[in-house]
């Protein structure tokens, strides 16, 4: 790494921070010939393939999607055949491509062809029969059934139809059901085994529920079928890795660090980090991802200890993406660091041989980005707190305006990574500050369910005594602090404004929530009956009335009226999570009242802006908001 500049960096233009990749998604073919990423074609990011030793220029196109970028494909057990993942517009209603290796130019195919409002999740090739892989749909609108698909034909078989929207097998390496997961009507999350000759149930283990409150995860079918793989809490405040025996119910510690949790970012959504790694030639889980001031990776596995011992002289990053041949002596890894985002290597444990692949962005200088350092303080009642501050380089750290940036979920967290939004705000002068807030994942079981009832109430107490920390000390000016968030995060900088109106000078809603009663009512069918433990338990549930009440006290809309605060808004279209009437409800009531308020609406995106254009468009806006009232 260079070192820190001196003297405040070069403008650096927000085209560089939010274009797509040069480079990014690598990953390595089952037999180790050739090598997979994702680079710029007409407009947007497509799949290229290309030998491990050739270069770029030798690199094919082998997608042609010029609508939408493709973030996340598959390798097949088959040379011939790739498979890719795309929605429409950001609508989340996912198919499964694939594309023929030895005819790249030809058209791709929709291996499952959905009616509109249904979707795909995951594709596992099937070891038990080749040329096949595993996806689960809901065809049947409520239920995501588990589906066989023979790639090269497209013939699509039923292999486990889901007897309940609340539960689902899980089924070992040969597609058998061996586990089932299910939510019991009181929230706890039940794990029974399935028996291969019958089908019936033998309970095994029942675990709490709002302490998972976006499901159990991981649920990992040991590769000989006789365990199963969860995160648990067990007599523990931190997050483990545990094995439940299917024969004897026994539980066994896989993997835990103390005073640290299992990181489940992974299931949130593609490109975050997994929560496990696992073994390309054995399916067992060769190392777990654990919270930290910088990610942890624990490594189970001898001969992974060797490659990741070798993988660290790589880089002084964190190891993101990991990928090998059948063999596991050739890998494809990808680092995470705050200024030095998805270097990615090639690296082969036979020979000793490494060379660096690609950096996704190489015109940035680490040099001219910003630090992102981990920071503590305590909460108004006590809870400890964990978050990251981000200051300009080059400038002296004291009484800068300060933007409070907000995570989404509520369950999820932030983490020490490269953010082009906080590199963003920082190359402008400002200094940035991210707080693990009550509710967000990955600091405990205490810390997540402390956020019970406490949205507009402690949630939001934790962020003001986080922009009151950073005043005290002394890196932030009181005058000058802006509140900016996406999804729960744009409902929190909405909370901001109406709940305490005088403390934020400018602020920036992005895909947020503004009435908690109806977001809940406009979410997809299918996704009701699993939010026992989110939701409904953390804030409550529409249908009664009295709960239905108390969540319109805590919306911003009923508060609407004690906005005076400098507003953005940003919605797309196509949102089937906050649906375009959150945003449209708050503009329009702003507007009645003749209080000036700028509404972004890009008709081609749905739960946050994926177009490269879209982003600029977005990021100039938030540029000049927050120079005119920071």
């Given at each position: 790494?260079?070192?820190q500049l001196a003297d405040p960096p070069r403008r650096?233009?927000?085209?560089?921070?939010?274009?797509?990749?040069?480079?990014?998604?690598?990953?390595?073919?089952?037999?180790?010939?050739?090598?997979?990423?994702?680079?710029?074609?007409?407009?947007?990011?497509?799949?290229?393939?290309?030998?491990?030793?050739?270069?770029?220029?030798?690199?094919?196109?082998?997608?042609?999607?010029?609508?939408?970028?493709?973030?996340?494909?598959?390798?097949?057990?088959?040379?011939?055949?790739?498979?890719?993942?795309?929605?429409?517009?950001?609508?989340?209603?996912?198919?499964?491509?694939?594309?023929?290796?030895?005819?790249?130019?030809?058209?791709?195919?929709?291996?499952?062809?959905?009616?509109?409002?249904?979707?795909?999740?995951?594709?596992?090739?099937?070891?038990?029969?080749?040329?096949?892989?595993?996806?689960?749909?809901?065809?049947?609108?409520?239920?995501?059934?588990?589906?066989?698909?023979?790639?090269?034909?497209?013939?699509?078989?039923?292999?486990?139809?889901?007897?309940?929207?609340?539960?689902?097998?899980?089924?070992?390496?040969?597609?058998?059901?061996?586990?089932?997961?299910?939510?019991?009507?009181?929230?706890?999350?039940?794990?029974?085994?399935?028996?291969?000759?019958?089908?019936?149930?033998?309970?095994?283990?029942?675990?709490?529920?709002?302490?998972?409150?976006?499901?159990?995860?991981?649920?990992?079918?040991?590769?000989?079928?006789?365990?199963?793989?969860?995160?648990?809490?067990?007599?523990?405040?931190?997050?483990?890795?545990?094995?439940?025996?299917?024969?004897?119910?026994?539980?066994?510690?896989?993997?835990?660090?103390?005073?640290?949790?299992?990181?489940?970012?992974?299931?949130?959504?593609?490109?975050?980090?997994?929560?496990?790694?696992?073994?390309?030639?054995?399916?067992?889980?060769?190392?777990?991802?654990?919270?930290?001031?910088?990610?942890?990776?624990?490594?189970?596995?001898?001969?992974?200890?060797?490659?990741?011992?070798?993988?660290?002289?790589?880089?002084?990053?964190?190891?993101?993406?990991?990928?090998?041949?059948?063999?596991?002596?050739?890998?494809?890894?990808?680092?995470?660091?705050?200024?030095?985002?998805?270097?990615t290597w090639f690296y082969d444990h036979g020979t000793?041989?490494?060379?660096?692949?690609?950096?996704?962005?190489?015109?940035?200088?680490?040099?001219?980005?910003?630090?992102?350092?981990?920071?503590?303080?305590?909460?108004?009642?006590?809870?400890?707190?964990?978050?990251?501050?981000?200051?300009?380089?080059?400038?002296?750290?004291?009484?800068?305006?300060?933007?409070?940036?907000?995570?989404?979920?509520?369950?999820?967290?932030?983490?020490?990574?490269?953010?082009?939004?906080?590199?963003?705000?920082?190359?402008?002068?400002?200094?940035?500050?991210?707080?693990?807030?009550?509710?967000?994942?990955?600091?405990?079981?205490?810390?997540?369910?402390?956020?019970?009832?406490?949205?507009?109430?402690?949630?939001?107490?934790?962020?003001?005594?986080?922009?009151?920390?950073?005043?005290?000390?002394?890196?932030?000016?009181?005058?000058?602090?802006?509140?900016?968030?996406?999804?729960?995060?744009?409902?929190?900088?909405?909370?901001?404004?109406?709940?305490?109106?005088?403390?934020?000078?400018?602020?920036?809603?992005?895909?947020?929530?503004?009435?908690?009663?109806?977001?809940?009512?406009?979410?997809?069918?299918?996704?009701?009956?699993?939010?026992?433990?989110?939701?409904?338990?953390?804030?409550?549930?529409?249908?009664?009335?009295?709960?239905?009440?108390?969540?319109?006290?805590?919306?911003?809309?009923?508060?609407?009226?004690?906005?005076?605060?400098?507003?953005?808004?940003?919605?797309?279209?196509?949102?089937?999570?906050?649906?375009?009437?959150?945003?449209?409800?708050?503009?329009?009531?702003?507007?009645?009242?003749?209080?000036?308020?700028?509404?972004?609406?890009?008709?081609?995106?749905?739960?946050?802006?994926?177009?490269?254009?879209?982003?600029?468009?977005?990021?100039?806006?938030?540029?000049?908001?927050?120079?005119?009232?920071?």
């Amino acid at each position: 790494m260079t070192t820190q500049l001196a003297d405040p960096p070069r403008r650096i233009d927000a085209e560089e921070f939010f274009a797509d990749p040069v480079f990014a998604g690598a990953s390595i073919s089952p037999d180790g010939t050739r090598l997979a990423y994702l680079a710029p074609m007409h407009g947007r990011t497509n799949v290229w393939i290309r030998g491990i030793d050739q270069r770029h220029e030798d690199a094919v196109c082998v997608t042609h999607d010029a609508r939408r970028g493709i973030h996340t494909y598959h390798w097949t057990d088959d040379p011939r055949w790739l498979l890719y993942e795309q929605d429409t517009d950001g609508n989340e209603d996912w198919h499964l491509y694939r594309v023929d290796l030895d005819a790249p130019d030809e058209p791709a195919v929709d291996l499952t062809p959905l009616p509109p409002g249904s979707r795909m999740l995951g594709a596992e090739p099937m070891k038990s029969v080749p040329g096949s892989v595993l996806v689960s749909m809901n065809r049947r609108p409520m239920f995501f059934d588990l589906f066989r698909i023979d790639v090269a034909t497209g013939e699509t078989t039923t292999l486990l139809e889901q007897p309940d929207p609340k539960g689902g097998y899980l089924v070992d390496r040969e597609a058998r059901p061996a586990f089932y997961s299910a939510l019991a009507d009181d929230g706890t999350h039940e794990f029974h085994a399935v028996d291969p000759d019958t089908g019936d149930l033998r309970f095994l283990r029942r675990q709490g529920g709002p302490e998972h409150p976006v499901g159990v995860h991981p649920q990992l079918v040991t590769p000989d079928g006789q365990g199963l793989l969860v995160g648990a809490y067990q007599d523990s405040d931190d997050l483990r890795l545990v094995r439940i025996d299917r024969t004897t119910g026994e539980e066994t510690v896989v993997a835990a660090v103390d005073g640290h949790s299992l990181c489940t970012l992974g299931p949130v959504g593609p490109g975050l980090p997994p929560t496990v790694f696992t073994s390309k030639r054995t399916g067992e889980v060769i190392a777990a991802r654990f919270v930290g001031d910088r990610p942890i990776i624990e490594v189970l596995d001898p001969h992974f200890a060797e490659v990741h011992a070798a993988l660290s002289e790589l880089s002084d990053g964190v190891l993101g993406s990991v990928s090998s041949d059948e063999s596991e002596q050739r890998w494809v890894v990808s680092f995470i660091h705050d200024r030095e985002p998805g270097a990615t290597w090639f690296y082969d444990h036979g020979t000793g041989e490494s060379r660096l692949l690609f950096r996704p962005y190489p015109e940035l200088d680490p040099a001219e980005l910003a630090p992102m350092t981990p920071v503590h303080f305590p909460a108004r009642d006590g809870l400890p707190l964990h978050g990251f501050l981000t200051l300009p380089v080059g400038v002296e750290p004291e009484r800068l305006p300060l933007v409070l940036l907000v995570h989404g979920g509520p369950w999820a967290h932030d983490t020490w990574s490269y953010d082009p939004s906080v590199q963003f705000l920082a190359n402008r002068g400002y200094a940035v500050l991210q707080v693990n807030f009550r509710g967000s994942t990955g600091y405990g079981k205490r810390h997540l369910t402390s956020a019970i009832g406490e949205l507009a109430g402690k949630m939001h107490d934790d962020l003001i005594d986080a922009a009151d920390w950073a005043v005290e000390q002394g890196c932030a000016h009181r005058d000058r602090i802006g509140v900016f968030g996406g999804s729960y995060g744009g409902y929190a900088a909405l909370v901001g404004i109406t709940v305490t109106p005088d403390r934020f000078a400018a602020a920036v809603d992005y895909v947020g929530i503004s009435n908690l009663a109806n977001f809940m009512r406009t979410l997809p069918p299918f996704v009701r009956p699993h939010m026992a433990n989110n939701w409904y338990r953390y804030v409550g549930d529409p249908a009664d009335p009295a709960q239905e009440a108390d969540m319109l006290a805590r919306s911003p809309i009923a508060m609407v009226d004690q906005i005076r605060t400098p507003l953005l808004v940003a919605q797309g279209a196509n949102d089937v999570r906050v649906v375009q009437e959150e945003s449209d409800n708050i503009v329009e009531s702003l507007r009645a009242r003749g209080v000036p308020v700028e509404y972004l609406v890009a008709e081609d995106e749905g739960h946050g802006f994926a177009n490269p254009e879209n982003q600029f468009r977005l990021y100039r806006a938030i540029e000049r908001h927050f120079a005119e009232h920071l």
